[in-house]
């Protein structure tokens, strides 16, 4: 019954024959700086040397059966043959969620692939399956176990998707099936404020052209309106309203009134041909909608609200409430690519308040849009949104600021420095295509204000206009940081280098760990889906240090992954990687060409592996022992209780969920130390719902140690949660920034005390209004120990417990009685 393994591994002479021109970068003059990063990497895809305390990867562990034929086989092969004579497999981690309490939900990508004997681009429409879901549980001890959610596959379109096909069922095989109409493969995942996830869009498979009976035809991936509920509570998938446009490869973003915005994704991936409307023949979806939490329903956002974007694109919600496109995605798309690309090029935000877009500037150059009267330039662009009132909104802005400054534009772009990093800031710019955009940690101003967003991208591949289907070949190892400054809807666009990575990489997976730093794991010496099979895996992971700008090489996985790779930040700070499922070698079948230097192809990896960081052996990290486990956007104050006095940084970083290298909820908040004594810190939260959206976080507190290392605590669950009082307040409040060089005020109990006026709240919130909410609230057992959500109504937060609002204002007093504050650490270990 054991796998006959099916993948082949060619002689070398034929092998030679796949090689195409071009496989193995070119490393010479300032291209080759560009190329080949900052460090003393030993070849394609070698790690770097290493210096120092690097972290080390745990051994590689997977689910240890399969079901095949109706019974579970256990195994440590990938793949077993079945009665039939197809390969059923263990499912690879192509997307992942961190559900609390060490349970993790992933789902698998490209399932079928491995059935496909002759080529991939022509049988894959009838051999592919939908992807299963698995949800793994690490004990204490690091031992796994696994539940198979019901059902497995997200239970979308059990009778099959209403496909749009050129033919109407004449010559496709639309019709002909039900298993692989409702796949999960390419959905993208978003926590909704309670914690359930929700996936969105996914894949319809079929052949078009393509006749029933027959196994092979032209494959086309359709994407789906679908949208789907997990919830961690019962490990069950629900269905929930479907949007308009079908979507494969979408990107969704948790707006600060908890609903949730989806952009881009493609209707059809190969043939984008739509009769019923011609014009968006040949693009990604422009039309965006949103999710109403309330009703469970989608609606269009109306023709300002449209954009072109590529797939999956990079994007994240900004302190003033606007969403952020940071001109990154992947640029697999129609036609080699979308007609209208170039505006990828282009760094917006859209207000979904107004529900139009606006133009910040050109990705890495000093080229404001906004300030120059083009800040509707795209939108304008948009062939299918040409109307009176959007070219008015154009040409009022730019004649009034033409006028006014005529040669702005030329004088920014002469802004951009002509030195020794030109030629990297010039390929560097514009969309990059198959890296990841990490939001560093927002952080307040002397006012307790945020205003300034810093995002990192690193890597990737430059995405030339010119290029065909899916972009660039060879990534670089350049690293930029976006910045984008809110103050309400004003909003100001810069970009700046910092120190490349040690080597060029390809889809690389960033993490924001707790102790000021990013870390890459994983990805590609070269694009794994412009010549598939051909690119060398990069095992070592970099560390990327917030205050030098610098990445520095760090301990090297035991695992290759390269394409739908992932890894996500566990709640005690370590970093769980997992991943790997890559298309078809030349998109034909599996060929395993590893001892050649490439990657591994022999099918899908379901394996994991933890990396844990050099703070993370460290004995004197500090322990949280008194926290809340809810906390309202009220502007308040709380405790934390640890075992130091030194604690200086309190972090709140939100479950990370995560595909094709995104995660647009991904945010690291800092909030402000309002006064500190012995081992308690006294610890203010926004009043600011698009700083702090509704949901899970993880509660961080570090130090920094004699020797300079930054310390983090293992974190403890924190539900944030919307303040029911602030019901006829402005959803989006931002502070007014602090003067350039004010000074912090003074932070101690008199300041907490009284705050300010325009501070969004003092330590005497809670006493003028008792029911603006509770700043902590009893756990139950179980919910500490696995961090299933726990379901509190809006004014009574604290009532599971048995801790009355009153209580727990009273926990939130300077010298209160610390008994009353829950103590983590006896509840969960069942004192």
Known sequence: MHRTKRYKRLPLASAMALIIAGTTPVHAGLLGGLLGGDGESAGDGQPSEVSGDVGFFSEPFAEPTIQVDGEQVATSDRCIVDASGSLQCKPAAGTIAVLGGNRFLYLNALEGTENAELAVIAQFGEVSVNDQSRVMTLDENDQPSWVEPSPSDGGANPDGNESTTLTGGLLDTANNTDVNDGALFCADVVFLPDGKMMAVGGTDYYSEPGIDGLPVGVVELEGLRSSRIFDPATNTWSQSGDMEFGRWYPSLVSLANSDVFVASGVTKLLKPVYPEDPIQSGRNVAQTETYNLETGTWSNNGPAAQRSLPLFPRMHLLPNGHVYYNAGGQAFNP????????????????NPESKQWTDLGYAGLPLRLNEIGLQALSTTLNPTNINPDQVERLLGDLVGSTLDDPTAAIGQLLETPVDDQALERAIGSGMRGSTFSIQLPLRPDANGGYHESEFLTAGGVPTYVTAGSPGGYLPISSSRIDTVTTNGDDMAYESRLTGSLNQPRWYGSGVMMPDNSVMVFSGGTRDGVVATGLEGAIIQ???????????????????????????????????????????????????????????????????????????????????????????????????????????DQVFLIRRKATTHLIDGDQR??????VDSSSNKVRVKMTGNRAVLPEGQYMLFVSYEADDGMRVPSESTPVRVLADP????????QQLEPAPAEAESSDGGLIGGLLGSVGSGGSLLDPILDLGSGATSAVPTLGQLQDGTPQLMNELGVALDGGVSVLGDTITSLPGATEGLIVDFTDQSNGG
């Open 725 to 732: 009082n602030a019901t006829d307040s402005p959803l989006v």
């Open 668 to 673: 690291t908040v800092e909030l402000p130390i």
């Open 541 to 647: 992971s970099e560390r990327f240090d917030i205050e030098t700008e610098t990445w520095k090489p760090m301990a090297s996985a035991n695992r290759e992954r390269t394409y739908h790779n992932t890894a996500v930040l566990m709640p005690d700070g370590r970093v769980l990687i997992g991943g790997h499922s890559p298309i078809n070698t030349a998109y034909l079948s599996f060929i395993n060409m590893d001892e050649l230097g490439f990657a591994d192809y022999a099918g899908r990896d379901p394996s994991f592996e933890i990396y844990t960081p050099p703070y993370a052996t460290r004995d004197d990290r500090p322990m949280i022992e008194k926290a809340p486990v809810a906390l309202m956007t009220n502007g308040g104050v709380f405790d934390i209780k640890t075992d130091r006095s030194d604690i």
């Open 335 to 350: 036609f080699g690519q979308a007609y209208d690309q170039a505006l990828w090029n282009i760094v917006g935000t859209y």
